[in-house]
């Protein structure tokens, strides 16, 4: 079994400053509407547009994103060791990621028992803790364990893996999170009709969110023919489907950076162990902040707080706020924005800004409370 290795990435630390502005500009109001403030500075520059500012200092904590995956697995009559094997390391996957520390959704698509063996096709039913107590014995089966883990009852024929995939994502789309870094899993023993770039093209017009994400798979890096071809005894002579060797797998994989093992050799708990390690190693610093409660008797205006960007050398740049991620495409520069405009709970930052934040593993963030809120300007 292959040992995971994780990297030790160092963890900017985010000084969260609430500060009160004089009676000018107002601030954080003590529930009468009065403006007050004390403090020494919350490491904010001179120069700031809100300088006058008094401060007030706390610590947030800061996160990796999330981790969302997708897992598809072809029911052909020939997949039922495959099957097996993936259903034995469905919870060491899920409990490998967990450990880490990251908080992860799971969907599978494949049918359930039950549900294609009239085609003489395999189901396929995750036992608990990852799959919920008691779904593989119920009848019918239903092994769906919200939060984490959601199974799509899907028949997948070969060939038809990608284009399952983006046919089921109405089913399976609120599993997928905004922030999260996201991973595709495909396993079979033959080929897919879609090409590569036609997979990654419809699952990016489908849900732009998939940016950035690592395809993974388990398939034969051979035809049936061409193996047999070499030796009776090569594996894919036995395991891969006639014409099944996964070029667009190969392909996509390469495209994403993903993990890929021959499915011909038949080993498996090391490359589940490889994805599982390229999940833990993906995962970024988040680009969202829950938005801190003011200090002890004040009151939060949303109206009144900025972002302040602080890089690994110390230079300052206040970003400017954005109304929603809509507009985040419209500003040259880099902004943020809050999760809810009218009730918001967290802060986030546009997708360029993100790149830049966890580029810069020293920068701080700083947010400042109490006045009026520099306005990106939108082109």
Aim: with cysteine; aromatic share 6%.
């Amino acid at each position: 079994m292959v040992k995971r290795e994780l990297l030790a990435i160092l963890v900017s630390i985010f000084v969260v400053v609430g500060t009160a502005c004089d009676d000018e500009t107002g601030g954080l109001g003590d529930g009468d509407g009065t403006g007050s403030g004390t403090g020494d500075g919350g490491g904010g520059k001179s120069d700031l547009p809100f300088q006058s500012c008094a401060s007030v200092t706390e610590t947030a904590q800061n996160s990796y994103q999330p981790v969302d995956i997708v897992i598809v697995i072809d029911n052909t009559p020939s997949m039922l060791d495959e099957l097996d094997a993936t259903r034995s390391n469905m919870n060491k996957l899920s409990k490998t990621i967990g450990t880490s520390g990251l908080d992860y959704h799971i969907v599978l698509i494949s049918c359930l028992p039950g549900d294609c063996e009239n085609d003489k096709f395999h189901g396929i039913c995750v036992d608990p803790p990852l799959g919920k107590t008691g779904g593989c014995t119920a009848v019918p089966p239903s092994d769906t364990n919200p939060p984490r883990y959601l199974h799509v009852s899907e028949k997948i024929p070969s060939r038809k893996g990608l284009e399952r995939t983006i046919e089921t994502y109405a089913e399976w789309k609120a599993m997928m999170r905004p922030d999260a870094a996201r991973h595709v899993v495909i396993i079979s023993d033959d080929t897919d009709e879609y090409s590569a770039t036609q997979f990654n093209d419809a699952l990016l017009k489908l849900d732009p969110g998939f940016a950035g994400y690592k395809f993974h798979g388990i398939f034969a890096f051979q035809s049936k023919e061409a193996a047999c071809a070499v030796s009776s005894s090569e594996p894919c002579c036995t395991y891969a489907a006639p014409g099944g060797e996964g070029v667009p797998y190969k392909e996509l994989v390469k495209l994403t950076g993903g993990v890929q093992a021959d499915l011909c050799m038949q080993s498996f708990d090391p490359v589940f162990d490889q994805i599982a390690t390229s999940v833990i190693q993906g995962a970024k610093l988040s680009c969202s902040w829950p938005l801190p409660a003011p200090p002890d008797g004040k009151q939060l205006d949303p109206t009144k707080v900025n972002v302040e960007y602080i890089d690994g050398s110390g230079a300052s740049t206040v970003f400017g706020k954005v109304s929603s991620s809509a507009d985040c495409s419209k500003v040259k520069g880099d902004a943020w924005y809050y999760d809810n405009e009218t009730k918001p709970t967290k802060i986030l930052v546009c997708p360029q800004t993100c790149t830049k934040i966890q580029g810069q593993a020293q920068a701080q963030m700083v947010i400042h409370f109490g006045c009026k809120t520099e306005i990106a300007p939108i082109e």
